[in-house]
């Protein structure tokens, strides 16, 4: 009997995809740069089916590639030649709200956003949030410790992780779901499979910390000096505003190509070096703080503020469609690097001439969370070059004793880049983890650690 049969008679006939056209929407990743022929997709409603699916890829020595929204920008999500795609969106259930505990219960395929609405509904909010809310899952969130545009004040997804139950490539199940916020017994097991990008199992649900819904919100778009000016900007505005909840920082560059395709005005009559947006959210209305604050700031160019919805909608528009309106322009190489805060300034100024010493041609843009000294990277006109752009950059991260992934995880893009920033010791406990957990190399094979294959 073949392994699409035995998978089949796990997950029944409508959840087992062979068929080449619908096989091809989940074999590209979302920036179309990375792709691979899986031999079919599987879609388990439950733990035990995932367990089940497991342990007949195991048995048949198949290699699984996981994948839930397929949102990730490494190339993580997109499967192996040959390998079985196990997709987690079935698994979508919201347990209740514990509103004592402050807590939710959620399947690993669940959407951002659909979380948000459940939580939301019953008085409370996630930590974590950005763009692609609405197709990235919980469980991808948890695989890649995705951070986003709350990190300043809530900390990344790690943060927001009180228990999960996850497969093992044995098909042995791990179950953590108690939540207690004091537990030690132990490794943390949930900690660990958090950014482990799915090499050492499948999530099939989290128990996640929630935050107070905090519906009063104002947002201000800052025209500053450059990146330097926005740091001081940023350091002024944590003393005053305790409510500060995000700082993104764009340019030019990125914001002329989401006016080119995006529908909005331009923010201010003229262009800036830099624009440093900001968001503060509190039970009150953080407006006239915010205001105060913003009148405080020396040197600053220009500024526009709103506090009602849909005028914070525009404003985060500018900075939520970048990523689309790059994309737009063509298939980027894509880094996403952090810098120590007091290196940021002048890493900016030389990362053009950086890329261009790699690709003669190419067009930088750059946008980031400021707080963390986080840069997405993104090269145009320059897709031949990638190695060498990739080479360039991160080596000049690891210069600064940056990470040459913040947020977006290692994925296949950046796994041969992984020494720049973990060391001998550091990559070589990882192995053991990884033949410890995984001995024949299934989970999701050439992401993370390049060189560990089937066996
Ligand atoms: C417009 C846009 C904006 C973005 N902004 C941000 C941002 O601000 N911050 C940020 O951190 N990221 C951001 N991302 C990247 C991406 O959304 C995140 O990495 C997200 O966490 C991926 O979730 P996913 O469900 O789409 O995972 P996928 O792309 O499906 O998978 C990502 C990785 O996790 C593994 N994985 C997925 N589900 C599981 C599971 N249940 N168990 C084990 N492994 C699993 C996959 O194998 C893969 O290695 C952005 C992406 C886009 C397109």
Redesign the pocket.
């Known amino acids: 009997v073949s392994l699409e049969s035995r998978l089949r008679s796990i997950v029944g006939g409508a959840h087992l995809i062979v068929e080449r056209d619908v096989l091809a929407t989940y074999q590209r990743?979302?920036t179309g740069r990375f792709h691979g022929e899986a031999r079919c997709v599987v879609r388990p409603a439950d733990t035990e089916q995932v367990a089940s699916v497991v342990r007949e890829c195991a048995a048949a020595g198949v290699a699984l590639?996981?994948?839930?929204?397929?949102?990730?920008?490494?190339g993580?999500?997109t499967p192996m030649d040959g390998s079985v795609l196990l997709s987690?969106r079935r698994?979508d259930v919201v347990g209740d709200v514990d509103s004592v505990a402050w807590q939710v219960t959620a399947g690993?395929?669940v959407t951002l956003a659909g979380m948000q609405r459940r939580v939301r509904a019953a008085g409370l909010d996630f930590g974590v949030d950005?763009?692609?809310r609405d197709?990235?899952?919980v469980?991808?969130?948890?695989?890649?410790?995705?951070?986003?545009?709350r990190v300043l004040r809530y900390g990344?997804?790690r943060a927001q992780l009180a228990g999960a139950v996850?497969v093992l490539a044995d098909g042995s199940v791990l179950t953590r779901m108690s939540g207690l916020p004091k537990d030690n017994c132990g490794y943390d097991l949930t900690g660990l499979?958090c950014g482990?990008?799915?090499t050492l199992?499948?999530?099939?649900e989290l128990r996640l910390r929630l935050v107070p819904l905090l519906r009063a919100r104002a947002v201000a778009l800052l025209a500053v000096d450059g990146t330097a000016a926005a740091l001081d900007a940023l350091r002024a505005l944590r003393e005053s505003l305790p409510a500060l909840e995000a700082a993104e920082l764009f340019f030019p560059a990125g914001l002329d190509l989401v006016l080119r395709h995006g529908d909005l005005p331009a923010p201010f009559p003229e262009p800036h070096p830099a624009y440093l947006l900001v968001e503060c959210a509190d039970l009150s209305d953080p407006a006239e703080p915010l205001l105060d604050a913003i009148a405080q700031l020396p040197g600053l160019r220009d500024a526009t503020t709103s506090a009602d919805a849909s005028g914070r909608r525009k404003l985060w528009a500018y900075r939520?469609q970048h990523?689309?309106a790059i994309s737009a322009e063509g298939t980027p190489v894509k880094l996403d690097v952090a810098v120590p805060v007091s290196r940021l300034a002048g890493f900016v100024a030389g990362l053009p001439g950086t890329v261009l010493q790699a690709a003669p041609t190419a067009r930088t843009v750059l946008f980031g969370?400021l707080a963390e000294g986080n840069l997405h990277v993104n090269v145009l006109d320059a897709l031949d070059c990638a190695d060498a752009i990739t080479e360039a950059v991160l080596t000049s991260v690891a210069r600064e004793g940056g990470s040459v992934s913040a947020?977006?995880?290692v994925?296949r893009s950046k796994a041969r880049w992984l020494h720049l920033s973990r060391s001998a010791a550091e990559v070589a406990a990882m192995r053991a983890l990884k033949r410890a957990l995984d001995p024949a190399g299934l989970l999701?094979p050439g992401?993370l650690l390049p060189d560990v294959q089937p066996s």
């Open positions: 990743d979302w590639c996981i994948q839930g929204g397929n949102t990730g920008l490494v993580g999500s987690t698994l690993a395929g950005f763009a692609a197709s990235c899952t469980g991808g969130m948890a695989a890649t410790n995705a951070g986003g545009e990344a997804t996850a499979l482990s990008e799915g199992g499948v999530i099939t939520e990523t689309e969370h947020e977006h995880g994925g999701n992401v």
